[in-house]
Structures are given as C-alpha cells and as structure tokens.
C-alpha cells in the first residue's frame, strides 16, 4: 500500500502533463512532488522522499523515451502501474492577452514541435523553454503581455492564468503512456503464484532483455510467450550502444508476475536471453477513447 | 541507375546533418536539392525534381521517426540506402565571436534538447529555430555577435563560420540512421531471384505490416524469418492510432526480395498478416566506430 503522508514525484513543474496523469491515476487531491528532471523523480523514489514517481515512457507521435528504459535499468524500482493521457496542448497567457498581441510563444521544444504547424500558420516565433508549465509560471511571474506558453489545462488553472485556444496540437492522435514507479512492487503482485488458472487479464508485465545477435534468437525468445498463449502488447527493439552484436528489447505483455504461466515463461525466457530484467508487473490502464 | 542530371532530396538548409550524410552516402561534391519538411522531400522525389531523396529514420537517442514511416506508408516510392551518421553537434559564430559574448544559442529543438546538459553549464539560454543549419545561415546573414547556433561541422563551412566548440551533445553515443528513397527499388534487387544459395548478406530490406491483436500473432509472424534463418535487425511495433486491436510492425531484416528465402519468406507471411507492405531492399551500411 501507498504511504498516504508521502506526495509522489513528477518531473516538471506544478500543472505538467504529468501531474495532470498523477491526479487521473492516484485521484484528485494528491501531493505532488515536482521534480526538475527523471533522474530526480528516480532519485526522489529512491531516496524516499516520494511514495513512488510517475514517469513518461512513450508518446504515440514521438515513441519511446529511451532515456526512462536507461534509467530503469540503472535502478533497482519497480513499475506498479501505467496511465495514459491524451495530449491536449493550450495556447496560455495572462488575462486580458489578446492573440494579435502575441510577439512570441514559449514552451518545452517537444510542445512547440507539436504545435509547429499552428504556430506557423499565425505567424509565431517559438522560443524554448525547460518546460511546459514552466512557461506558464514564467509568464505569470513576468505578467508578459507579448508572449504565451503552451501547456496543459491544468497549468493555466495552477497559475491563474487565461486559455487563448485549446488543442493547438497538429496531430489530435497525441497521447501518452506514463509509468508509475516504486520502492516495492505492486502489492497485488506479492502473493503466491496463482495456480492452473489463465493469466489475469487485468495485469500487464513490463521486461527487458538482452539477445545474442543471431538468426532465430527473437523468435526463440518470443516462443515462451506464444507457447503459453500470452498476449505481447508491445516490443521494441534497441540496438545496444557500444555493443553491435547485442540487442536490448523492451516487451510488455499482459498477465503478472503472480500468474503461474508467466513465471514459467519468464524461466523459460532466461535459457535464451543473456540478460533479463522483469521491471514490473501492474493493473492494466485502459485508454478510454474521448467523445 | 540514378540519373545524375538530377540531385538528391534532404530535409533542412545546406549543411543540415541530412546533407553531411547525403555526400558521404553518394560522394563529395552531390548536388542536393535542400527541402523545407520531409513531405517537401517525398514530394520532389515523387514529382521527378530530385533523382533520390535522404529521409532520417531513427536516432539512437530520440527513437524512431515515426512521421517517416508515415511518409514511407502514404507515398509509393521504395527505400534504395541507408546510412549511418555519427551527430557531432558543433557551438558556431561569426568570426571573432568569444564564448563570453553570447547570450543566446539558437538551433534545431532535437538539437537543443542533445546539448542541454552544456547549456545549462554555461549558462547558455536556448531559442529554437526550425533548423540547425538554419540557425548558421541566420547568424551568417544578420551577423549577430551575442547569439550561436548548434550545427554540423559542414554547416560552418558551408556559411564560411567559426566553430567555438566541437562535440557539445551530452551524450556521445549519438547517431541518426539515413534512408535513400526512389521511385524505383534499387537495381540490384530487380534481377531474378536468386534460387537456391544463402541470402545475400550485404543487403538489408525493410517491412511494415499490421496483424490482429491476438496472442501470439506476432510469433506467428516472425516464424516466417526463424524458419528460415532470416536475421531481423530491427523490430518495432506501434499501436495503430483509432485501431486500438491492431499493431503496425516495422522490421528489418538482412537480405534482398532478390532472394529465393526472401520471397518464401514474404509469401509465408502474407498468410498472417492482415497487410504487408516491402518498402525496399538495399545495400546495407555497417557503421563503423570511430577512433
């Protein structure tokens, strides 16, 4: 169980993306701990000052960010849960702001990158800033009557601050899938290894591993999962920097570490990879199309 | 043949890392045809302005560039090359520019994003602009003396520059993997189809498919390449944007549809898959590291 007097960290600035995740998964009312970066979310974990962190692991226009694999593997955390949010960037400036007098709009390059094709069709030069809601706190620091951030709802509700337009983003099919990491594993994990019956459907694992290049390795590898008819939701591969010959894959797949049929599998699995991580096991989120 | 009257397509101002790794794919002195976006690109190849065009596909920190995939899916032209380049990120000036007199640094967000960690120590604020040999061209032309920009050592030479400092990414284990696309698949893969002998290892193609999500579709799938010794170099899948029950899988794997193996093996997996497309074969690149 989640120590309740310990907030959970986030990286970023209060009204980010991912405290906007943070509250949609924990519920509304839950200390947040914002940190300046994901080594400090894993850091803060790690350390204590956090009852777990909730960390971005993929976005379905920009992919994996490969950086939170490396820091998973660095750290010895457990993944206890998954949440996906769907991306809707606002245009945000102080009140009274009219959009003629914009001269500039600030945000994390990644927000401006999905904003490019609105900012350029109104002619606004895009300047980098460290964060999303970050540009918001900034413009309402300054009281800025030239320039707007863009951020999520929640940033301009955090800050005081007046919604210009919402869903500026190109690509409307812009969500992503965040992580909750922790000290220990999902508590609904700890018990004995269920027995015969099918995997629990409501669990997915995430696992990394690492293959000898050669031909037939994968499917070797993927062969413990297909024999024991458990369903892949995502594999990647990663070609291991500084070793040609040797990939990292990332593979989540649906069951937990508690059902019978995925522990044999995964000790099936360590007769073939040459290494093998298991970063979690966690209730499944489903992403629930808007209206 | 490529027909030489005609140049190559890249993404991004002259001296953009794109150009770098275009002369080095198809020689020193290669007319380019320089290309506002990667649709822009697609567009000339297609159109018959350029003989070819370079299109970055993968960056071993960023991940894939899905939007490319995208590309390569919506447009009917095939992958002929591929090339890896090592980013060396470069902090250029006008001449006579010390460290000590800049305010700013302007470049690309991705490029931004590779050197924040010596911003940050230098107390560099960043500004993006839409290139990175942009940002060079733009420092030439107005001759600002308080402002750098972070490009390839070809983009100062190209705008006549000065190189402050070489190597400024954070992480040195940065390189991007280059596509050559043309209206017609590589020669050397139009021939007859080799019978009987081993796959022609110097070759690489590269697939896109979609299966059902169901366990062990995917295994299923890559049997058609374990069966037959086939040897994937990459695999990714990516969940299909409004199609929450179908997967999109990017794969590459050693060999040319000139292949006797190769064409079994694409017919077997035609049996599974709910689509396939062969965006190309071609010659493979190994990168080799440097010293």
């Not at 109104?122 to 800033?129: S, T």
């Not at 337009?165 to 969500?175: C, H, K, L, T, V």
């Not at 522990?263 to 629930?288: I, W």
Request: with cysteine; glycine share 8%; aromatic share 8%.
């Amino acid at each position: 169980m989640q120590n309740t007097n310990l907030p959970i960290a986030f990286q970023g600035e209060p009204g980010a993306y991912s405290e906007a995740a943070l509250l949609e998964h924990f519920g509304q009312g839950t200390p947040g701990l914002p940190c300046p970066s994901f080594d400090a979310v894993f850091d803060a974990v790690e350390g204590g000052q956090a009852a777990a962190g909730l960390i971005a692991i993929e976005n379905s226009l920009a992919g994996s960010i490969h950086q939170n694999y490396d820091l998973l593997l660095r750290h010895q955390l457990w993944i206890t849960g998954e949440r996906y949010l769907r991306v809707h960037h606002c245009l945000i400036a102080n009140h009274g702001v009219r959009p003629a007098d914009l001269k500039k709009v600030i945000s994390h390059p990644q927000a401006l990158a999905q904003c490019a094709g609105y900012l350029h069709a109104n002619g606004l030069p895009a300047e980098v800033f460290y964060d999303t809601a970050g540009s918001i706190k900034h413009l309402s620091e300054t009281g800025a009557r030239d320039t707007a951030g863009i951020a999520s709802r929640r940033a301009a509700e955090v800050y005081g601050m007046e919604i210009l337009q919402e869903g500026i983003e190109d690509n409307p099919a812009n969500f992503t899938r965040f992580q909750v990491i922790a000290r220990q594993p999902a508590s609904t994990v700890l018990g004995p290894v269920v027995q015969g019956s099918p995997v629990q459907a409501s669990y997915k694992t995430t696992i990394a591993f690492t293959l000898a290049n050669q031909p037939g390795a994968l499917f070797k590898a993927l062969s413990v999962f297909a024999l024991r008819d458990l369903d892949l939701t995502k594999i990647e591969s990663r070609p291991l920097v500084g070793s040609p010959w040797e990939y990292l894959f990332y593979v989540d797949f649906v069951g937990s570490t508690a059902d019978l049929t995925v522990s044999r599998a995964l000790g099936h699995l360590e007769e073939y990879a040459t290494s093998l991580r298991v970063l979690g096991s966690y209730p499944r989120h489903r992403y629930e199309k808007e209206a």
